[in-house]
């Protein structure tokens, strides 16, 4: 948050403030970046903001996964490299293919047809696993 943007004075209970000063320790907000972030959390999401969330988580993780290549490289050199070691980066490139695959589908999303999206839309219908497997069900007339 920029200093230019605008101040809100708020009042609380002792007890909550404390809660939330808990909360910013353990995510390594500031106080202030603690209630935005919740606050931004009760409203919906629009596609450009989903969009723009998932672009920083990805770029986040990117940074984990080479953190995380780096010490399991310096930690086999030395001949330490344990298995949860591995099992971590694992759980990190894993999670990072997902949030790739997402990011990649909000990009794709202005180009599905809106015949598509209502198809997605349909109340009791069971969706796709993928918009491919959605359109190859659709070639195939089933």
């Known amino acids: 948050m920029a200093r230019t943007d605008p101040q809100v004075n708020v009042r609380m209970p002792a007890d909550l403030k404390g809660r939330l000063e808990d909360a910013a320790s353990?995510?390594?907000r500031s106080v202030t970046g603690e209630i935005v972030h919740r606050l931004e959390?009760?409203?919906?999401?629009?596609?450009?903001w989903l969009r723009h969330n998932r672009?920083?988580?990805?770029?986040?993780?990117?940074?984990?996964?080479?953190?995380?290549?780096q010490r399991v490289s310096a930690l086999k050199a030395t001949g330490l490299l344990?298995?949860?070691?591995?099992?971590?980066?694992?759980?990190r490139r894993?999670?990072?293919?997902?949030?790739?695959?997402d990011a990649h589908m909000l990009e794709m999303m202005d180009?599905?047809?809106p015949d598509e999206l209502i198809?997605?839309?349909?109340?009791?219908?069971?969706?796709p696993i993928s918009m491919e497997a959605h359109r190859n069900a659709k070639k195939a007339g089933t």
């Open 55 to 69: 672009a920083e988580e990805v770029h986040t993780l990117r940074v984990a996964v080479d953190q995380q290549v």
């Open 119 to 127: 198809d997605f839309a349909e109340v009791g219908a069971t969706p």
């Open 26 to 28: 353990e995510s390594g």
């Open 111 to 113: 180009d599905v047809r």
């Open 82 to 91: 344990q298995q949860h070691d591995l099992l971590e980066l694992g759980r």
């Open 41 to 48: 959390s009760t409203f919906p999401k629009t596609l450009d």
């Open 94 to 101: 894993l999670l990072l293919q997902t949030l790739e695959s």
